[in-house]
């Protein structure tokens, strides 16, 4: 009986899987022409998921820190965001768009359940999505370069977020002139974002030395021209060489900084243009940080549960306390109140102190908490830029079950 418990929630857990990966984290919905699924899949996956967090709540195990630590912040966020959504939903049904940024949530507060039942003792969802990332990474490379030489046609899309290319796999922004745009995407809704997933996978590749796929997200990383990305990438390094090294290692460190600088005055002209190109982006992330510093009072007064949800950012534009979408934690304030910007700074300070003294105390680390620990501090900066990891489900699966391991060494060792 405990085998068939067992088989059942490792084939769940896996289809779940398999549906955030194809109709939610990537855009191969789109490239596939799975759109009008898609819609059908995320709802009857929208009413699974809180059906099966009302289980979760009644079996989890708690301690008082996987509760505190983990579990009540998560609840603010989901609840901060529910309740905006009903209120919102009285003026506009299209609010309950907004359900696509609660079920990271709770897919997060769901997962213990999981892990408590040693289901990722069995499956290793790192190897299986660096897997993924692989192939389809490939076929992209040479979408991308065929492409950009006229080589093959592209089918053009059109999507809320804006007008597409698209080839079997790969995507490309679709510019003016019906021509794809020269930044790498693969199969996600920007190069950026590409480019964080990236990330921890090319730390997983290195300590498990998987040296063809650090080869093959090199090169894709490099045709993002994401220059948070670059920024990570130098700071995921310079933690790597450090614990191989150790801190003394001052020569290793400059070379560091050296390369940093001669990156980006000296050999890489595309990414200075890419960068001249995004102009107007950089300067709303500088207004998004800045105007969460400057509204923070008047919104939690104004709009204690956020401000009212539109489909369209135009409209949500037009509310004089509209932070924009680059400044995470301005994000959960406006759109899910001060119970989900609680909810979220507690989380994001917990994990960011807790992988930082992790990585400077605890001595012999093995490969799995050095690329947890280190995947965490590198992907920091991208609060300040756009949707993180942590903001899509694909967290609950590659780094909650890290956290909720040590949140639960007192049910584990009885």
Same mark, same amino acid.
């Given at each position: 009986?405990?085998?068939?418990?067992?088989?059942?929630?490792?084939?769940?857990?896996?289809?779940?899987?398999?549906?955030?990966?194809?109709?939610?984290?990537?855009?191969?919905?789109?490239?596939?022409?799975?759109?009008?699924?898609?819609?059908?899949?995320?709802?009857?996956?929208?009413?699974?998921?809180?059906?099966?967090?009302?289980?979760?709540?009644?079996?989890?195990?708690?301690?008082?820190?996987?509760?505190?630590?983990?579990?009540?912040?998560?609840?603010?966020?989901?609840?901060?965001?529910?309740?905006?959504?009903?209120?919102?939903?009285?003026?506009?049904?299209?609010?309950?768009?907004?359900?696509?940024?609660?079920?990271?949530?709770?897919?997060? *507060? &769901?997962?213990?359940? =999981?892990?408590? %039942?040693?289901? #990722?003792?069995? !499956?290793? +969802?790192?190897?299986? $999505?660096?897997?993924?990332?692989?192939?389809?990474?490939?076929?992209?490379?040479?979408?991308?370069?065929?492409?950009?030489?006229?080589?093959?046609?592209?089918?053009?899309?059109?999507?809320?977020?804006?007008?597409?290319?698209?080839?079997?796999?790969?995507?490309?922004?679709?510019?003016?002139?019906?021509?794809?745009?020269?930044?790498?995407?693969?199969?996600?809704?920007?190069?950026?974002?590409?480019?964080?997933?990236?990330?921890? *996978? &090319?730390?997983?590749? =290195?300590?498990? %030395?998987?040296? #063809?796929?650090? !080869?093959? +997200?090199?090169?894709? $990383?490099?045709?993002?021209?994401?220059?948070?990305?670059?920024?990570?990438?130098?700071?995921?390094?310079?933690?790597?060489?450090?614990?191989?090294?150790?801190?003394?290692?001052?020569?290793?460190?400059?070379?560091?900084?050296?390369?940093?600088?001669?990156?980006?005055?000296?050999?890489?002209?595309?990414?200075?243009?890419?960068?001249?190109?995004?102009?107007?982006?950089?300067?709303?992330?500088?207004?998004?940080?800045?105007?969460?510093?400057?509204?923070?009072?008047?919104?939690?007064?104004?709009?204690?549960?956020? !401000?009212?949800?539109?489909?369209?950012?135009?409209?949500?534009?037009?509310?004089?306390?509209?932070?924009?979408?680059?400044?995470?934690?301005?994000?959960?304030?406006?759109?899910?109140?001060?119970?989900?910007?609680?909810?979220?700074?507690?989380?994001?300070?917990?994990?960011?102190?807790?992988?930082?003294?992790?990585?400077?105390?605890?001595?012999?680390?093995?490969?799995?908490?050095?690329?947890?620990?280190?995947?965490?501090?590198?992907?920091?900066?991208?609060?300040?830029?756009?949707?993180?990891?942590?903001?899509?489900?694909?967290?609950?699966?590659?780094?909650?079950?890290?956290?909720?391991?040590?949140?639960?060494?007192?049910?584990?060792?009885?």
């Amino acid at each position: 009986m405990k085998i068939n418990k067992l088989n059942f929630h490792k084939n769940l857990l896996s289809i779940i899987f398999g549906i955030i990966i194809v109709f939610q984290l990537t855009t191969l919905k789109l490239s596939l022409g799975l759109t009008s699924l898609s819609r059908i899949v995320n709802i009857f996956f929208t009413i699974i998921l809180f059906v099966f967090l009302f289980i979760a709540i009644f079996k989890i195990k708690f301690t008082k820190g996987l509760f505190y630590l983990y579990f009540f912040p998560g609840m603010l966020i989901v609840l901060g965001f529910l309740i905006n959504i009903i209120k919102s939903s009285i003026y506009s049904v299209e609010s309950f768009g907004y359900l696509s940024q609660v079920l990271p949530w709770m897919m997060f *507060l &769901i997962i213990p359940y =999981f892990v408590q %039942k040693n289901i #990722f003792k069995t !499956i290793d +969802f790192w190897e299986q $999505f660096s897997k993924f990332i692989l192939f389809t990474t490939i076929i992209s490379l040479i979408e991308y370069f065929l492409a950009l030489n006229d080589l093959i046609i592209l089918k053009s899309i059109e999507s809320p977020n804006g007008d597409f290319l698209t080839g079997k796999v790969a995507i490309f922004h679709k510019l003016s002139d019906d021509t794809p745009h020269f930044r790498f995407y693969s199969c996600f809704m920007e190069p950026g974002t590409f480019a964080m997933f990236l990330l921890p *996978l &090319i730390c997983h590749a =290195f300590y498990f %030395k998987k040296f #063809f796929r650090i !080869i093959i +997200f090199l090169i894709a $990383f490099y045709f993002t021209f994401s220059l948070g990305g670059i920024i990570s990438l130098f700071l995921m390094i310079f933690l790597i060489i450090i614990k191989l090294y150790g801190i003394k290692k001052y020569l290793i460190i400059f070379g560091i900084l050296f390369s940093f600088i001669f990156y980006f005055s000296i050999f890489n002209e595309s990414l200075r243009d890419a960068y001249d190109e995004k102009g107007n982006s950089a300067l709303e992330r500088e207004e998004s940080l800045s105007k969460t510093a400057t509204n923070f009072t008047k919104l939690v007064f104004n709009y204690p549960f956020g !401000i009212p949800l539109k489909s369209e950012t135009t409209e949500n534009q037009k509310n004089e306390f509209y932070l924009g979408t680059n400044f995470i934690p301005g994000v959960y304030l406006q759109f899910g109140g001060y119970l989900a910007f609680m909810g979220y700074v507690v989380f994001l300070f917990f994990t960011t102190f807790f992988s930082i003294l992790f990585y400077i105390f605890k001595k012999n680390l093995s490969k799995e908490e050095l690329i947890y620990v280190i995947s965490v501090i590198a992907l920091f900066p991208f609060i300040f830029q756009r949707y993180t990891i942590m903001e899509s489900s694909l967290y609950a699966f590659l780094f909650s079950p890290f956290i909720i391991k040590y949140l639960t060494l007192k049910i584990e060792s009885k």
